[in-house]
């Protein structure tokens, strides 16, 4: 039996590899030719640790208390030259990916589809030339084809599959999406790069509220799709706001989820006051089925810059503190920026 291992990189670069049964994470890694941090091996130093965000695992008892205190261990800190996992995991590595002699993962693909789905919108499928491995909610960086630029688009498809599924912002005079819209054709070969990113669904251990601007829906679809296949027996609630009628998508695809996935709800807005919908203005006008009593909630927000500080800027202002707050902003021609907050 071997297990999944997700490195998380300080530089936001995820490199996954197979760790066998009985394995500890630091030699699976140098296995898979990724040096990370180590000067003894033996539990001693402490210059391997690093942090588990989930899964399980044993420490074993050969390191000593320098390395690794008990308070350490009850925060999730691990020593990788000890830690021998008995699930898959996730690791966060503190240091960059290029010090560790790997960097981000290169792939290959098939455009298989182009579809734009509304003014605003365009879906893009691609056919992997492997299984892709990545946490829902990370992105990728694509190549533009005929240029050297990359644009970073996040996961809209399940974790795993070589099917691979992005929901993409329609730029007037952009690169990719001009690209996409009069010149890209099935059979097209594209250049991927990734997984990447800090912005993922940690295990649901409490009520989730999810909140999604225009194409930054498109990791929360990559994360309920992980939700339908796990299950879920939190209540998890997504609101998802964009400006115009127009610009709405997916919505059948979170009815659907809605079906299938216990204690999950969600809502639309539309900030437009020309709008027929019958939920206007912001995200934060209509957060009265949000599960935030008390603060005991995990968030997860991604959306434009401005819809981004505008949700920072409410929950300070109402003096809510939640268990732990993710979001990512993005912009037409600029990486993913990813935060975590408490």
Same mark, same amino acid.
């Given at each position: ?8 990189? /300080?530089? *936001? ?5 197979? @760790? ?29 640790? %690093?942090?588990? =965000? ?5 420490? %074993? ?10 308070? /350490? ?15 898959? @995991? ?5 240091? #960059? ?6 960097? &981000? #993962?290169?792939? *290959? ?27 829902? *909610? ?19 498809? =399940? ?23 009069? &010149?890209?054709?099935? %059979?097209? =070969? ?34 309920? /799709? ?25 919505? /059948? ?36 089925? #949000?599960?935030?009593?008390? %603060? ?45 907050? #408490?």
């Amino acid at each position: 039996m071997s297990y999944n291992i997700a490195l998380n990189f /300080e530089d *936001g670069v995820t490199r996954f590899i197979r @760790c066998n049964e009985g394995e500890t994470v630091l030699d699976a890694a140098y296995r898979n030719q990724i040096k990370l941090p180590m000067d003894c091996s033996d539990g001693v130093c402490g210059t391997c640790k %690093g942090s588990c =965000r989930q899964g399980s695992f044993d420490l %074993g008892d050969e390191y000593i208390d320098e390395a690794l205190t008990d308070e /350490e261990v009850a925060e999730g800190k691990v020593l990788t030259c000890q830690m021998v996992p008995s699930s898959d @995991c996730v690791v966060d590595i503190p240091a #960059a990916s290029t010090l560790c002699k790997t960097g &981000q #993962a290169e792939f *290959g693909g098939t455009l298989a589809e182009v579809n734009l789905i509304s003014p605003t919108a365009i879906e893009l499928k691609v056919s992997a030339d492997q299984d892709i491995p990545f946490l829902p *909610g990370q992105y990728v960086n694509i190549k533009v084809p005929g240029s050297e630029e990359s644009r970073a688009y996040s996961f809209s498809s =399940r974790p795993g599959s070589r099917e691979l599924s992005f929901l993409i912002r329609n730029v007037p005079g952009g690169l990719m999406s001009s690209w996409l819209v009069g &010149q890209a054709l099935a %059979g097209d =070969r594209l250049s991927l790069t990734g997984p990447m990113g800090v912005f993922y669904l940690r295990p649901v251990a409490r009520p989730v509220l999810m909140l999604a601007g225009g194409t930054g829906l498109a990791p929360f679809l990559a994360m309920l /799709e992980d939700l339908r296949a796990k299950g879920c027996d939190q209540p998890v609630h997504l609101i998802y706001g964009v400006t115009n009628d127009d610009d709405l998508v997916g919505v /059948e695809a979170l009815e659907r989820f809605a079906a299938e996935i216990d204690n999950f709800s969600f809502k639309t807005v539309v900030a437009s006051p020309d709008s027929a919908h019958p939920r206007k203005g912001y995200v934060t006008n209509h957060m009265e089925d #949000a599960p935030i009593q008390h %603060g005991e909630v995990d968030v997860y927000l991604c959306g434009p810059p401005p819809m981004v500080d505008a949700v920072l800027g409410y929950f300070r202002e109402q003096g809510i503190q939640p268990t732990s707050f993710h979001y990512e902003k993005f912009s037409p021609s600029v990486a993913a920026v990813s935060e975590q907050v #408490a």
